[in-house]
């Protein structure tokens, strides 16, 4: 099945900075999304970019579907933008083509 | 818009005990999905549903049942519980299976005893 690698794992910013998270994937995929899971452990849909560019405020995200990578942006952060960030892809032909989710991207805002 | 609400957020039961998490969404969505988060383990898919009466096994089904007899309702039920049904439970839909943007319920914390 696909495998799905986030980098950095863990990460810890001054607020006001920018940040690149990372999301590898294994093979090709119509279906990719970001998620935020904020520390009340709510998880929310960012954006769902199986390719190229969007913006949502503060926050983007591109895909490059041939290269199999997509990245998230995040500028001058707060510290509301704490949590987990999650990229999930898809399809998996295994269990119905379901989204496989990485490991998540640990982000920690300083005021 | 109330999207997928959950119930309850937290239970907590005895081993052998059953209970029925609640999911329903408002949105029309074909697809809907339970996962449970679990550290180091991540998000894992229990059932899916591609539609009103149509469910399937995800990765780790063994323990609980689900049903999906409207399109708005995906009842997940645990037969009898277990330590290692301790969790957070999630549900998810989207419009359908392969594309469009997955929505999750607030959560549920479930503790086995």
């Known amino acids: 099945g696909i495998q799905v690698e986030q980098s950095p794992p863990d990460l810890i910013l001054q607020e006001g900075a920018n940040s690149t998270l990372r999301c590898n994937f294994s093979d090709s995929v119509n279906n990719l999304q970001w998620f935020h899971q904020n520390p009340w452990g709510q998880l929310i849909n960012l954006f769902y970019?199986?390719?190229g560019t969007k913006q949502n405020g503060r926050l983007s995200a591109t895909t490059v579907a041939t290269e199999r990578y997509s990245l998230l942006y995040i500028s001058s952060s707060q510290t509301t933008d704490s949590g987990v960030y999650f990229c999930?892809?898809?399809?998996?032909?295994?269990?119905?083509?379901?989204?496989?989710f990485g490991a998540g991207t640990i982000l920690r805002v300083k005021s | 818009n109330a999207g997928v609400t959950q119930t309850p957020k937290f239970q907590v039961l005895k081993t052998g005990q059953s209970m029925t998490l609640q999911c329903a969404q408002d949105?029309?969505?074909?697809?809907m999905s339970w996962y449970r988060q679990d550290p180091g383990m991540g998000l894992r898919l229990i059932h899916y549903?591609?539609?009103?009466?149509?469910?399937d096994q995800g990765e780790v089904p063994n323990g609980y049942n689900v049903s999906r007899s409207t399109t708005e309702d995906f009842p997940l039920r645990l037969l009898s519980a277990a330590p290692s049904q301790t969790s957070v439970y999630f549900c998810?839909?989207?419009?359908?299976?392969?594309?469009?943007?997955?929505?999750f319920g607030e959560g549920s914390r479930l503790t086995v005893l």
């Open positions: 549903s591609v539609g009103a009466g149509i469910t």
């Open positions: 970019i199986p390719s």
């Open positions: 998810a839909s989207s419009y359908n299976q392969e594309e469009g943007e997955l929505f």
């Open positions: 949105m029309n969505h074909e697809y």
């Open positions: 999930a892809v898809g399809p998996s032909m295994e269990y119905g083509n379901k989204l496989v």
